[in-house]
């Protein structure tokens, strides 16, 4: 089976250095070692996309090369993981009952006006747009480890050994325009939908998803625990059976983050491949 596989991670923001994370570069790398020991990808299927490389136009692009490539019959399985800051913005389509859409930062990450510029963030109708397009035959798998909201930040949250994975509206009118409104990503109903659209969420949408300092290593908890999982299991569990484990580890280590897994109930009991 033909596969395509990208995978980002973005510690640093061209425009926002002081809000840097630590650990989406290591998750990156993590998914990409995971991808080739357990679910049958060799290096040349896996795009790595890091820092200044991944930037929106970049991001897109090469998304848009794995769904033609799939369009055209070329690929039957692709995955796609990103860590970075999530963030919010008012929503322009109309499709939001909060007129929030969901948003993901990428390294060149800008304003315009009072608000993100668009062409300088990932907002989840694009990814939506994009992945709807795919043959009903061919299997899509998301990972995202972001935040999809700044209202579920708690004390914990903000300890020394972690930090939310959140970027705030750029304005005091953006935020107004967000205030209290919870975004439900479009790609949830995607995967809730479609046979073969499955994705991971680090957190629930009112929640923050946490770069943490586990074993003196920088990760996202989310994928550090998923990957611990994995490897421990050597991929004989189901994806139901992992999340309850991801869900377990993150409890006991006093996150305040619950992941989701949005897909069809066949697909929950399978393992991933």
């Known amino acids: 089976m033909a596969k395509k596989a990208l995978c980002v991670g973005i510690n640093n923001f061209k425009n926002y250095p002081s809000n840097a994370l630590r650990g989406c570069i290591n998750d990156a790398n993590d998914m990409e070692a995971l991808l080739v020991k357990y679910m049958g990808y060799s290096p040349s299927d896996i795009v790595k996309l ?5 930037t929106k136009s970049n991001i897109i692009k090469n998304l848009k090369e794995m769904v033609e490539g799939a369009k055209a019959g070329k690929y039957e399985s692709l995955i796609f993981s990103m860590s970075s800051h999530g ?3 008012p929503d322009t389509s109309g ?9 993901f930062c990428p390294h060149d990450l800008n304003v315009k006006g009072n608000t993100w510029d ?13 992945f709807i397009q795919l043959p009903e035959n061919v299997k899509l798998e998301v990972y995202l480890d972001t935040c999809h909201s700044g209202s579920g930040l708690k004390a914990i949250d903000m300890l020394q050994d972690r930090q939310p994975r959140y970027m705030p509206p750029p304005s005091l009118e953006a935020f107004q325009k967000i205030e209290g409104k919870i975004s439900k990503c479009n790609l949830r109903t995607m995967a809730e939908n479609g046979k073969k659209h499955i994705l991971w969420a680090a ?3 009112e929640q923050t998803s946490a770069d943490a300092n586990i074993e003196n290593s920088w990760h996202g908890a989310f994928t550090y625990y998923f990957c611990k999982e994995i490897n421990t299991s ?3 569990l189901s994806r139901e059976e992992i999340l309850k484990k991801v869900t ?6 006093r996150y305040s983050q619950e992941p989701q897994l949005e897909c069809q109930a066949t697909n929950r009991e399978n393992n991933i491949t």
């Open 50 to 54: 890091t820092d200044n490389k991944a």
């Open 87 to 89: 963030t919010q913005m």
């Open 95 to 103: 499709d939001e009952p909060d007129k929030v859409d969901e948003a």
């Open 118 to 130: 668009p062409d300088h963030i990932i907002v989840d109708d694009e990814l939506h747009d994009l």
């Open 203 to 205: 957190c629930k949408p």
């Open 234 to 236: 050597k991929n004989s």
């Open 248 to 253: 377990a580890d993150l409890k006991d280590g």
